[in-house]
């Protein structure tokens, strides 16, 4: 194998800081006198919050320990050869931070070659070989295991799958041409396509096992033991391992067609690394695997030298990286204890708070708000999702128990908030009805406590102008759904001291949310750039240009959603505050719209109307049609396009020479966590560099080349 080792020797030198994981070969007598066994144990040496990776010089040491197994086999020495991993960890697939180091077509191909060549020696041994996923298992960890013959899996896995088109990528080792093959390409759609574009859902150890992929499940506590057992079993012939057969014909064809569906779904046509797979998966039809493979190498080099995969491995450092590390937070140690919360409001959005503090700071929480039967509601609505996470098997019947405890409601303030260390008001957006609250708040908290509000657009400073300590007070920004979106941008207020602000960010820390530091400024950021997006959106419907156009024009972007189909999530008439507020600050770049006015003065929750439910298609409502009133200018799509993205990057701009955030990451991050802009885009700045609008707007790029782009 003397290519595959110079091939790796010439990647390793490419990857200088590879946290490199050996290969362990030990022997062991397997039980039930079935023969000496050989098992090659991955690790780095670094405990669980460092997992094993893939990078050239690993694959290196794997590639000598199969030279060391494949030679025992050959000679009758051992009976099989498995692999699995250090404790918790399998591994977790390629080494990423050498992916975008590579500057060149050729250095890319050898890293799908490498895989390659290393892996399928274990399906090429002269004796059957096992994979043990004792932990986490992502990626290439996925695919070093679908090369072996037979595979267990660990009931207490936590995280399994294939996460390559989520980043950019293909499951280019194997995944997209065995998988199909093993489980069936319906299977192997909802696992390489659909989960990776669902945010990267992982599987757990049972689902593996359902699936297919897995041969056997055990216990966690006992895994391996197990695992050898079984094996021993297998070995004596004592077991024999069935596999369903695979159908080939149309179900095959209508899988490639349910994943075609699922990406135009996500990515709409803007991102190709799910169609890319997607075509590995249709032509692995006939088993080809030599050809299966040739495809899939060819694939992540030319992905891995293009923009989407940049993009993809920025936006995961962000999330991994940044988001942990909060660019402008105090220092941990200033932060204050926090023993008791208090919630002002008991609507929707104040109940998901309760619950979420409730649930991740395990702490008492109080509601407060004008009525008995308002506060009733809110308290109730928080017991009721406590119910639904016990049914579903989340939570047990003792912690059900403590969490309905810890919530409770109170219409005294006074006796409510006396003894808390963290007050967050969520009332309505007004002004002065935020500053009344804050008031009463304040003259009956401690004095140590930090007052925390959920304002999506108004002025902190503002808020806490009439206090006697506006040092405390900070803005504590949701996104709804709380549960889900893990964005809250923390707001420093004129006044706001280091101490409330590292309490905020520790408090977000345990909220396990992506807190991010961002100034008092009109609408903070993501609802800012959202608003001059919507705007720019509705001022051209406004001027003439038809509602379906308008829509289309930004579908390259790949967004989540639709501009008017947000406005709906959102509601019209909180997208036309924002709007009144964002132009009442810059009123020659943010518009009021009078169409939307008319939208909301009618009540209409939304242009579009559903005939068959929530889930059928959307069409635009006549009755909404009748209210819009258009000028004559009607533009295309690329001109619509255009004008949106070149408001945004001068907003953009803007921001960042307001120190609205420290950098244009921050902005990336805000998109990312708080408004599910798609990872391969790396939010919106690399979009707008790549697409030469930054410069076209304000005469410089956004971000570095070679940060979130390949390398000059």
Sequence with gaps: MTNTAELLKGAAELFPGEVVTQAHVRHLDLPQGAGRFALITLDN??????????????????????????KEAADGEI?????????????????????????????????????????????????????????AAMGGGVEVGLHCTYRTVSSALPAFSLPEVFLGLVPGWGGCTLLPNLIGADRAVSVIIENSLNQNKQLKGEQVYELGIADAIFEGADFLEQSLIWTASVLKGELEVVRPEIDRGDAWHEAVVRGRAIADGKVHGAAPAAYRALEIIDAARNGDLARGYEAEEKALA?????????????????????????????????????????VVGAGLMASQLALLFARRLEVPVVLTDIDQ?????????????????????????????????????????????????????????????????????????????????????????????????????????????????????????????????????????????TAVLVKDAPAFVVNRILTRFM?????????????????????????????????????????????????????????????????????????????????AEPKLDPEVTALLQQGDTVLSEEQVRARVLDAVAQELGLMLEEGVVAEAQDIDLCLITGAGWPFHLGGITPYLDREGVSERVNGKTFLAPGVASVPA
């Design 45 to 70: 040496g670094l405990d669980h919050t460092k997992p094993t990776t893939f990078g050239p010089a690993s694959l290196a040491n794997l590639n000598t320990a199969i030279d060391q197994v494949e």
């Design 79 to 135: 009976t099989g050869v498995g692999i699995t991993g250090k404790p918790f960890i399998f591994a977790v697939g390629a080494d990423l931070k050498g992916v975008e180091l590579l500057k060149r077509h050729e250095d890319a191909l050898a890293i799908g070659k490498g895989g390659h060549d290393v892996f399928k020696r274990l399906s090429a041994l002269a004796v059957p070989t096992f994979a043990y996923y004792n932990g």
């Design 535 to 615: 705007g720019e959106i509705q001022n051209v419907i406004d001027e003439g240009t038809p509602v379906d156009v308008a829509e289309r024009a930004v579908e390259p972007l790949g967004l989540p959603m639709s501009p008017l189909v947000l406005l709906e999530l959102v509601g019209p008439a909180i997208g036309l505050h924002v709007s009144e507020t964002l132009h009442g600050a810059f009123p020659d770049r943010f518009t009021v719209s009078e169409n939307l006015k008319r939208v909301v003065e009618a009540g209409k929750r939304g242009f579009y109307v559903r005939a068959g439910g929530s889930s």
């Design 302 to 342: 030319d992905l891995i030298m293009g923009s989407e995969l940049r993009s993809g491995i920025y936006a995961f450092n962000l999330v991994q990286k940044r988001g942990k590390r909060p660019a402008g937070a105090p220092d941990k140690s200033l932060a204050r204890p926090v023993s008791k919360v208090g």
């Design 373 to 513: 039967e308002r506060v009733d509601k809110g308290v109730g609505y928080v017991h009721g999702e406590i119910d639904k996470l016990l049914l579903k098997g989340r939570i047990n019947q003792d912690k059900a128990h403590r969490l309905k405890a810890a919530v409770t409601g109170s219409l005294d303030k006074a006796a409510a908030f006396s003894d808390a260390d963290f007050v967050i008001e969520a009332v309505f957006e007004e002004m002065g009805v935020k500053q009344q609250v804050f008031a009463e708040v304040e003259a009956v908290v401690p004095e140590h406590a930090i007052l925390a509000t959920n304002t999506s657009s108004l002025s902190v400073s503002e808020m806490a102008s009439q206090l006697k300590h506006p040092e405390r007070v900070v803005g504590f920004h949701f996104f709804n759904p709380v549960a889900i979106l893990p964005l809250l941008e923390i707001v420093r207020g004129e006044k706001t001291d280091d101490p409330a602000l590292a309490t905020a960010f520790g408090v977000a820390k345990k909220l396990r949310k």
